[in-house]
């Protein structure tokens, strides 16, 4: 299997007049930054740590941008921006609250970084945006036929850059217009990404796929949004954190202490295993997706991630023809763990923007 790495262009002669799509992930720790060109090939990468503040966010967000258009060099095509961010996001007005890591309250971060930069920008919630660049470099396995999920043929797959060279025809999505793509962002919090064809899903408030304060765990731990026995309290980083203390990752620990015998990692493996399925689940019966795939930092876990959920899921199919019927595990993917998925599906977000819904898009005429 190829290294995973980025496929990275160095030089400006082949680039000429190729338009130009640049995506920002704006996160808790660090702003990662990717340009792509038209046919999604990766030309620079670049990351820098984040600090907090409305004008620290712009003011990196904008440096971020003008370093890696600076690697591309003279000669550019037009270019487009995506930035996510966490929070609660009007991507039609690139208005952005409550990104608490960040230390933002409420902030016009399109207008002001399209001012700025003269560029068009368009906002979207980060987890939107990961589940944007999931799908995209996920969908091959998608469109495999025969190809299950366990094979190791289609894992590699999945992991597989779509800007991988002597691939034919690297593209940003394939066609999958009939399916309905859900990616779980198993991070510190718990929510889902949802992409119909090519497009993230906003619902009626921004508030689809907020499935962590789903208030459904018979435990009934208090969650930080005031309710109990939110999904979150079971299924997340923080949920992992709460329950197995004093462990910088504790999912794997949890695995191979509960592998080693211990009874309490078994039971606390046992409450975030059927948390998750759980998770899984209410995505599956609620929007039927062709595909689920499990991202954010618990995913990092890997395969044997991916066998917990399963087997809590098959104990749920083991008493009900109906869930068996689903064929839930089949279903399932974890994200590449090796590609700055939130930041290749923010320029995803930006350039489908500009091509195709100019109307919500925010460019420089409207920055003025
Ligand atoms: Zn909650």
Redesign the pocket.
């Known amino acids: 299997m190829a290294a995973a790495t980025p496929h990275l262009r160095a030089g400006t002669n082949s680039v000429q007049a190729d338009p130009i799509s640049l995506g920002i992930d704006i996160g808790g720790t660090k702003i990662e930054g990717v340009a792509m060109d038209g046919n999604e090939h990766l030309l620079a990468c670049h990351r820098i740590p984040t600090r907090e503040g409305s004008q620290a966010v712009h003011d990196d967000t904008v440096m971020l941008i003008r370093h890696l258009l600076d690697q591309l060099g003279p000669n550019q095509g037009p270019v487009t921006v995506g930035l996510g961010i966490p929070g609660r996001v009007d991507a039609n007005r690139g208005m952005v609250d409550d990104a608490v890591n960040l230390g933002i309250h409420h902030m016009a971060l399109g207008p002001a970084v399209a001012k700025t930069t003269g560029l068009p920008v368009r906002v979207e919630n980060d987890v939107n945006i990961a589940a944007l660049g999931a799908a995209s470099q996920t969908g091959d396995t998608l469109m495999t036929p025969g190809a299950t999920p366990h094979s190791q043929a289609a894992r590699d797959q999945a992991r597989r850059p779509a800007t991988e060279p002597g691939r034919d025809g690297p593209r940003a999505l394939p066609d999958h217009d009939d399916h309905t793509v859900a990616f779980i962002n198993l991070g510190t919090g718990l929510a889902a990404g949802i992409i119909s064809g090519d497009r993230i899903e906003h619902g009626a408030s921004g508030a689809i796929g907020e499935i962590?304060?789903?208030?459904v765990d018979a435990h009934q731990f208090p969650?930080?949004?005031?309710?109990?026995g939110?999904?979150?309290?079971v299924a997340s980083g923080s949920a992992a954190q709460a329950l197995w203390p004093g462990i910088a990752h504790p999912l794997p620990d949890l695995i191979a202490q509960a592998g080693q015998g211990n009874q309490q990692a078994q039971d606390v493996l046992d409450i975030i295993g059927h948390g998750i399925a759980l998770a899984v689940q209410i995505v599956a019966l609620t929007i039927d997706p062709a595909v689920i795939i499990l991202g954010g930092g618990m995913s990092k876990t890997g395969q044997p991630l991916l066998d917990l959920v399963t087997e809590h899921l098959n104990r749920s199919a083991a008493c009900s023809h109906f869930i068996a019927s689903l064929s839930l595990p089949d279903r399932l993917r974890l994200a590449p763990a090796d590609l700055p998925i939130a930041a290749i599906g923010a320029a995803l977000a930006g350039r489908m923007a500009a091509d195709s819904r100019p109307s919500d898009f925010i460019g420089k005429e409207t920055a003025s």
């Not at 962590?212 to 208030?215: D, E, L, M, V, Y």
């Open positions: 962590g304060h789903i208030p969650c930080k949004c005031g309710q109990r939110c999904l979150e309290t």
